[in-house]
């Protein structure tokens, strides 16, 4: 006789505590803004993957602040730099 359904009861029984999820979040608290300069010659708005904020770049040499969880996808971008 299987007795799976006790293995996932005492499972859900666990207590939750913070100590379990410090070492998932630690690494996702970086939120300092990246900066991206604009080397297109016109203008871009660019929408971040993550945060869903609007980028706007007016003119060529135009650096903005980027959200952090924005800046992998900002790098695929060809006419924007990254800044370091």
Do not use: H, W
Request: proline letters at 6%; aromatic letters at 8%; a positive charge.
């Amino acid at each position: 006789m299987c007795n799976c359904g006790k293995k996932r009861n005492d499972y859900t029984r666990q207590p939750y505590t913070a100590a379990n999820t410090d070492a998932v979040t630690a690494p996702m608290q970086n939120n300092t803004p990246v900066n991206f300069q604009y080397t297109g010659n016109t203008a871009l708005s660019v929408t971040g993957s993550i945060s869903g904020r609007r980028y706007r770049f007016n003119f060529t040499g135009e650096v903005q602040p980027v959200d952090a969880r924005d800046a992998g996808s900002m790098m695929a971008v060809p006419v924007l730099k990254k800044l370091q």
